[in-house]
């Protein structure tokens, strides 16, 4: 089995897998970040490449799994990205994507956003005297507040080609999205 964690930063994912898979070569990490990359060499020893997610530097029908980690809001185009998913998993092969989303109730997202708005960056602020971790922080809510809805995310997997196409919504605020490439 190989697997690809697209958007693998330091690599905590990777690190996991290769639990699971500790073949060389069955694990591959990709980021676009080199410092990321840089990172991810300290902690483990799975393949590392930069890349994005719209133009893979894979072959076609490479992996059995591909796993992509709150980073799907910095995408700037899904079908592009989903195709290119597609494209390098084997036929049957496996797709998560994990991502922070707006919880649906109006309590729910003034609690998320107070918390990841103000409190959190304050706490980072303290905790690492630095602005630019509090920032940072700051940064994550802009994000999510201007992700893509989770019905166009389901969407577009089905339109290019994913079937089926599922959403796992955990705690109100992680969603979990699996599609499988047919088997032809």
């Known amino acids: 089995m190989k697997l690809l964690d697209v958007a693998t930063g330091t690599g905590l994912v990777a690190r996991a897998a290769m639990t699971l898979l500790p073949e060389p070569g069955a694990v591959v990490g990709l980021d676009l970040s080199a410092g990321m990359l840089r990172h991810g060499r300290l902690t483990h020893s799975a393949l590392l490449v930069q890349g994005t997610v719209e133009a893979l530097p894979f072959g076609d029908d490479r992996f059995d799994f591909l796993s ?11 079908r592009v990205a989903f195709t290119e998913c597609l494209r390098v998993l084997k036929p049957g092969g496996r797709l998560l994507v994990l991502e922070i989303t707006q919880p649906r109730s109006l309590p729910g997202r003034l609690f998320a956003r107070a ?19 509090e920032l940072l922080m700051k940064y994550h809510w802009d994000t999510i507040a201007e992700c893509v809805p989770p019905e166009t995310i389901l969407e577009v997997l089905r339109a290019i080609g994913f079937t089926p196409v599922e959403r796992r919504v955990r705690g109100g605020l992680f969603s979990e999205y699996f599609g499988v490439k047919p088997l032809r």
């Open 115 to 133: 918390y990841l708005e103000k409190l959190l960056p304050l706490v980072m602020r303290i905790a690492t005297g630095s602005a630019q971790a």
């Open 68 to 78: 992509m980690g709150y980073a799907l809001r910095h995408v700037a185009d899904l």
